[in-house]
């Protein structure tokens, strides 16, 4: 398993940007599928974006056109840039990791909060 830490949230007001950090440890996170959850009071935890190694990407439909998942494989870190925040992305983000070979995310991060005011 990786070890990860998430950083860059915040309050901020609608139409705002942030940028969300995730640090993993480990040699072998270039090969991890990484993605991007969030759950937010009251709700079901959801997947917001996610990223292969190969370079592939996914996002739910509510964040597509202004959320953009990325990583830097050689800084062990995968970024999750916010744009045009609405208060409906007000959550706890999480960032997971899944090693190559596993049906579901094996590593998890203790989340960073994310409020956007009206």
């Known amino acids: 398993q990786v070890q990860l830490v998430e950083s860059g949230g915040g309050l901020v007001q609608a139409g705002d940007s942030l940028r969300l950090s995730c640090a993993a440890s480990g040699r072998t996170f270039s090969t991890y599928a990484m993605g991007w959850f969030r759950r937010a009071p009251g709700e079901e935890r959801e997947i917001v974006a996610s990223?292969?190694?190969?370079?592939?990407?996914y996002y739910t439909d509510s964040v597509k056109g202004r959320f953009t998942i990325s990583r830097d494989k050689t800084m062990n870190t995968v970024y999750l840039q916010m744009n045009n925040l609405k208060p409906e992305d007000t959550a706890v983000y999480y960032c997971?990791?899944?090693?190559?070979?596993?049906?579901?995310?094996?590593?998890w991060g203790p989340g960073t909060q994310v409020t956007v005011s009206s």
């Open positions: 990223i292969r190694s190969s370079g592939d990407t």
């Open positions: 997971a990791a899944q090693r190559v070979g596993s049906t579901g995310y094996d590593s």
